[in-house]
């Protein structure tokens, strides 16, 4: 081994003695290059391996000086100098010019009035470059629906627009019932329980006439009266509205009508004034509704009707379909020689959700009805006949001649007369008591000499009067009807049921 290696060394010797030590490359600035590679070998920086930047040097020793420099930067050319530039002139260099900026913001670069920070207007134009024209605009109004063309739009339903978003709409808002053209701001105030000026502090007052669609002020006509002369009106048809008030007046229907209260059954009074009935129908056929409201005063009519003289409330004089229809009425303080809240001739009744009291007649102290030329009905509905006299026959109510009487879940209550203190069937006259076990229904606390609930006198041999659970006050009770219940003319008998009864009357008994 020692001999090899000696060897090595002296031709190592020999090599160096023939040929001598190769050359090293020159690299001056110590960066790695030879100074043949490096494009300036007195610059460290400079070399094929370093980044281009931009310093006007090639930094890179790729021949071009600042391209594709890595800190170059994008720029946009902004032609209308608003600070914000076109994006499709993008470019990326070292030198921006004075025209280019380092944003591609601008939506219109011809305008600088466009730009994302200017406020856009009502103009057609996306002035702030949100990529919408107009939304959301400075100088855009408010527009209110108009349904129904009166000038005047919802103000609830406001849209922010700069014109209008569609045919319906108005730039005038406050309509408060965009439903009826004849409410809004500019409404006049009439009876019928509607702001119809839009306005809260105004309230519905007088009496008005509404007939197909016109309205006239009935509010004069109608104050002058007073007790003992009251003011004589016609109505030939239409919605008579009366609102809050005391009303001396004699109404004659000859047409369709109804007459409506305003303001509370008890607040809106009819008052005949001790003169005449306070509504009467005129005419075959005549229709009226009243609702709420009260009737009082009447003294029934001055002429007489089927020989009676009758219906200190009401008085229905008619045939051929005349009704007359009740709902939510206080009827009191009428007198009669007949019906003295209710004098009906061959006139339909029906009486719901109302009180008929202290009511006075010879006949039919609350209500009497004849069916004298047509086939009447009367029916009472959620009611109470309560405290009328009649100072002959049928405190509460008297029905004579041909029809039938029903009574539905109302209470005929602490009625006197003579004979028949709460109810009389006579002629042809059938009825029906109709009640449930968990209410109050029938007849209650009624007095008479005889039949102090119920009497029934028929010289026809086919009606008949059905109780389902009818209350008629068990015996020794405020409730009971005294002395005796249910009175059959025909048999001469007399029944008592007591509370909850069902039971048959014919013209020969009861059952």
């Not at 100088?139 to 009166?150: F, G, I, Q, R």
């Not at 030329?373 to 001649?401: C, H, I, P, R, W």
């Amino acid at each position: 081994m020692a001999d090899q290696e000696a060897r090595m060394t002296c031709l190592s010797v020999l090599m160096l003695a023939l040929f001598g030590c190769p050359e090293i490359p020159a690299d001056g600035d110590g960066d790695g290059f030879a100074a043949v590679d490096d494009c300036d070998d007195a610059d460290a920086a400079v070399h094929p391996d370093a980044d281009e930047r931009c310093n006007d040097v090639d930094d890179d020793c790729d021949g071009s000086t600042d391209v594709d420099a890595t800190d170059a930067v994008s720029v946009y050319a902004d032609a209308d100098l608003d600070g914000f530039g076109d994006p499709a002139t993008a470019r990326v260099t070292c030198a921006p010019e004075a025209d280019e900026v380092d944003n591609d913001s601008d939506c219109d670069d011809d305008a600088a009035e466009v730009n994302p920070t200017a406020d856009e207007v009502c103009n057609g134009v996306d002035d702030d470059c949100d990529g919408g024209a107009d939304n959301d605009a400075t100088d855009a109004t408010s527009w209110y629906p108009d349904a129904d063309a009166d000038g005047y739009g919802d103000t609830v339903a406001a849209v922010v627009h700069c014109g209008p978003p569609g045919d319906a709409f108005v730039e005038v808002p406050g309509d408060c019932d965009d439903d009826h053209a004849g409410i809004s701001p500019a409404g006049s105030e009439v009876c019928d329980g509607l702001d119809n000026d839009c306005d809260a502090s105004t309230l519905d007052a007088g009496v008005w006439l509404e007939d197909a669609g016109t309205w006239t002020d009935w509010t004069r006509a109608l104050g002058r009266g007073k007790a003992g002369s009251p003011v004589a009106a016609e109505l030939s048809g239409g919605n008579l509205n009366v609102c809050g008030g005391l009303w001396f007046t004699n109404i004659t229907v000859t047409g369709p009508a109804v007459i409506t209260g305003y303001g509370g059954r008890e607040a809106t009074v009819l008052d005949a004034g001790g003169e005449g009935s306070t509504v009467r129908t005129d005419g075959s056929g005549v229709t009226l509704a009243v609702a709420d409201l009260t009737i009082i005063g009447g003294s029934g009519s001055s002429s007489e009707i089927a020989g009676f003289h009758g219906g200190g409330g009401i008085l229905c004089d008619g045939a051929d379909g005349a009704t007359v229809v009740v709902d939510n009425v206080w009827m009191t303080g009428g007198t009669a020689y007949a019906g003295g809240a209710i004098f009906a001739v061959d006139c339909d009744v029906s009486v719901m959700n109302s009180t008929i009291s202290e009511n006075v007649a010879d006949y039919g102290g609350g209500i009497l009805s004849f069916g004298v030329v047509a086939s009447v009905a009367v029916k009472v509905e959620d009611s109470t006949v309560a405290d009328n006299t009649g100072t002959a026959m049928g405190g509460g109510l008297y029905l004579q001649g041909n029809g039938n009487f029903d009574l539905v879940n109302s209470l005929v209550d602490s009625n006197t007369a003579s004979t028949g203190g709460g109810l009389v069937l006579s002629y042809g006259m059938a009825g029906t008591c109709r009640g449930d076990s968990a209410s109050i229904a029938g007849f209650h606390g009624n007095s008479a000499s005889t039949a102090a609930a119920v009497y029934l006198y028929w010289v026809a041999d086919s009606p008949v009067f059905t109780a389902t659970s009818c209350d008629l006050g068990d015996a020794d009770t405020a409730a009971d009807n005294a002395p005796g219940e249910v009175y059959a003319e025909n048999v001469a008998t007399a029944y008592s049921y007591g509370e909850d009864a069902s039971f048959l009357c014919s013209t020969t008994g009861c059952l």
